[in-house]
C-alpha cells in the first residue's frame, strides 16, 4: 500500500485566498483524523471521521476551517479565508479500528505558509 | 491541553550511547504509544503498551508504563545516528472516543555520530 497521501506538499498563500488540503487515506481503514502541528502548540487534532462521519470536530479552530469526507478514499481540509496564523504543517492520518488497537498512519503533511 | 508530556524537550547524546525519554499524563488511558517524526516528515508508530501491560520490547526499543503514576518511558539502545528525530508519546482514553490519540510535544533527540 502506498500509505497516506497528502497533497499538496507545500502551499504558499495570500491572506483571504482560500486553502484546500487534500488527504487518501490507507485502503480499508475505517478512521481519518487531521491535524495540525505548530512549534508553540504541538500536534493538535482538528476533526476526526470513522466511516465517512465526523465524529468529532471540536479542535476545529474556527468557522474558516471546514473537513469533508465525500467518501473512504478522500478527505479534504478547507481553510476559507486563509490568515497568516494558520501557517502550519496539516497532517493526515487514518486507522483501522481492530483488537482495540488505535494506530495511526501519518501522512508527510502539507506545510501552509499565509503571507 | 496536552494529555501527555515529554521530558526532556531535547536530548543529545553520542552514538552507542542509550536515550532515555519520559512521558507523563493526566487521565485514565487504554494505551500509550510513541511515535517518531523525522525533519519535515510525518509521524510514524513505534511501539504500543497497553494500560495492563508494564514493559514491552521492540529491538532496540524498550517501554515501560507505569499506571500508578501515569508515566512511561521509552529507551532507545546503542543509538545511531539515524534515530536522531523527534519522539512523541501518544494517549489512547478509555471509553467513548478511545480512537483518537492525544499527542505530546515530543522530545527532540540528537544522535552525534
Known amino acids: 500500500d502506498a500509505g497516506v497521501i497528502q497533497s499538496p506538499r507545500h502551499e504558499v498563500t495570500e491572506m483571504g485566498q482560500e486553502v484546500t488540503l487534500r488527504c487518501k487515506p490507507i485502503s480499508g481503514h475505517d478512521y481519518l483524523f487531521w491535524y495540525r502541528q505548530t512549534m508553540m502548540r504541538g500536534l493538535e487534532l482538528l476533526i476526526y471521521?470513522?466511516?465517512?462521519?465526523?465524529?468529532?470536530d471540536s479542535g476545529m479552530p474556527e468557522d474558516r476551517f471546514s473537513a469533508k469526507m465525500p467518501n473512504a478514499s478522500f478527505s479534504t481540509l478547507k481553510i476559507q479565508p486563509s490568515e497568516p496564523r494558520d501557517s502550519a504543517v496539516y497532517f493526515c492520518?487514518?486507522?483501522?479500528?481492530?483488537?482495540?488497537?488505535?494506530?495511526?498512519?501519518f501522512g508527510a503533511g502539507t506545510r501552509l505558509s499565509v503571507l | 491541553s496536552q494529555q501527555g508530556e515529554e521530558d526532556p524537550q531535547a536530548l543529545s547524546i553520542q552514538e552507542g550511547e542509550n536515550a532515555t525519554m519520559n512521558c507523563s499524563y493526566k487521565t485514565s488511558i487504554n494505551n500509550l504509544q510513541w511515535y517518531r517524526q523525522n525533519s519535515g516528515r510525518g509521524l510514524v508508530h513505534l511501539i504500543l503498551?497497553?494500560?495492563?501491560?508494564r514493559e514491552k520490547h521492540s529491538g532496540r526499543l524498550r517501554v515501560t508504563l507505569d499506571t500508578s503514576k501515569k508515566s512511561s518511558s521509552l529507551l532507545i539502545t546503542a543509538s545511531r545516528a539515524a534515530d536522531t528525530a523527534s519522539y512523541f508519546c501518544a494517549t489512547g482514553s478509555s471509553g467513548a472516543g478511545s480512537y483518537q490519540l492525544t499527542f505530546g510535544k515530543g522530545t527532540k533527540l540528537s544522535v552525534i555520530p
Open positions: 492520518a487514518s486507522s483501522l479500528a481492530v483488537l482495540a488497537k488505535n494506530i495511526q498512519y
Open positions: 503498551i497497553r494500560s495492563n501491560e
Open positions: 471521521f470513522n466511516n465517512n462521519v465526523p465524529i468529532d
